[in-house]
């Protein structure tokens, strides 16, 4: 269906007319950070063309199944369960024991009230989870379809200022001056083409469909996928953003889960609820580890096992 509700909005996009060659912003990555920046330039005026390689925009935001962190919300007051903007920094920075950038986990915190009213503009309904402040959830379905269901919707909106290409990807940025003003695409034939522009905004997710690239910032990890990405995730602006000088920084902390396949996530309170989760085996039957460990630590105890893999064993509880 979702695939379908692409085709339908956005297959003519491309075929417009329009060369491509220049605007006033382009934007690589047609998930949800790629989405809200194309509006919010066609928002202001500005001429958008949003490139992303797969066939249907979406990314990682598309999988997304959990909510959004906020603070000072109109849920909070209503419901008298205060979260204040120092709550949610405390908890934040305590979540990644302290190794963020307290100033960009302050601007999370005090933008997430005026992201969760926009949000809330856009149609979408939400409600507090029921044992923790710090969520705000749907009030019921998926939380990624409908946040990508909100968005198309208002790219369709501004249709007249925002050109979309999909199966186009971005090849590398091209820079003038030491400024980025565009990038090399190709497109779904192999033709190879440029669009420059005023602005770039590189939102192309991350690494967790990049094995060899996981497992050179974190060896640990080395030849396992993030499991929790889409097809598309394959660390294609990393690559784009070094090659033109860009810095990088905590790239080992990449999130890893331990009880998956691609495309697939068992949850993991069958091994780390007490009293209740069961016990990895490998394949010679052993137990090998302690189950209890942080999904982090469990996924190297996996890897160094025969063909890198294990067995969970539970009851019907």
């Not at 269906?1 to 297959?11: C, N």
């Not at 003519?12 to 790629?34: E, F, P, Q, Y």
């Not at 990682?60 to 949610?88: C, W, Y």
């Not at 925002?162 to 033709?191: F, P, R």
Request: hydrophobic share 40%.
């Amino acid at each position: 269906l979702i695939a379908a509700m692409s085709v339908s909005l956005f297959a003519g996009c491309s075929s417009s007319g329009k060369t491509g060659n220049s605007t006033d912003v382009l934007v690589i990555g047609g998930g949800g950070a790629g989405m809200v920046s194309a509006i919010t330039a066609a928002e202001n005026g500005a001429k958008v063309i949003l490139v992303d390689k797969m066939p249907m925009l979406g990314g990682n935001t598309l999988v997304s199944a959990t909510g959004i962190t906020a603070s000072d919300t109109k849920l909070h007051k209503d419901a008298n369960r205060p979260f204040t903007v120092e709550d949610h920094i405390k908890k934040t920075m305590e979540a990644g024991k302290n190794l963020p950038n307290e100033k960009l986990v302050r601007l999370l915190a005090e933008s997430s009230n005026d992201a969760y009213d926009w949000l809330v503009s856009l149609g979408l309904k939400y409600k507090l989870d029921p044992n923790d402040s710090f969520w705000i959830i749907p009030e019921e379905g998926h939380y990624g379809a409908q946040l990508v269901g909100a968005y198309k919707r208002e790219l369709e909106k501004h249709k007249e200022n925002i050109e979309v290409k999909l199966e186009t990807k971005a090849m590398e940025l091209i820079v003038e001056n030491g400024k980025v003003v565009g990038a090399k695409i190709k497109d779904n034939s192999g033709k190879e083409s440029t669009i420059k522009a005023k602005s770039v905004i590189l939102a192309t997710g991350g690494l967790g469909n990049a094995p060899e690239m996981i497992g050179k910032y974190n060896p640990k990890y080395k030849g396992a996928h993030g499991v929790m990405s889409t097809p598309g995730i394959t660390g294609d602006g990393i690559t784009m953003a070094v090659a033109v000088g860009a810095a990088l920084r905590d790239m080992e902390y990449h999130q890893m889960r331990p009880l998956a396949t691609a495309s697939y996530w068992i949850r993991e309170s069958v091994l780390s609820e007490k009293d209740l989760g069961g016990i990895l085996v490998n394949m010679d039957g052993k137990r090998f580890t302690n189950e209890e460990l942080k999904p982090l630590d469990l996924v190297p105890e996996i890897l160094s096992q025969k063909k890198r893999t294990s067995f969970v064993i539970f009851d019907s509880n």
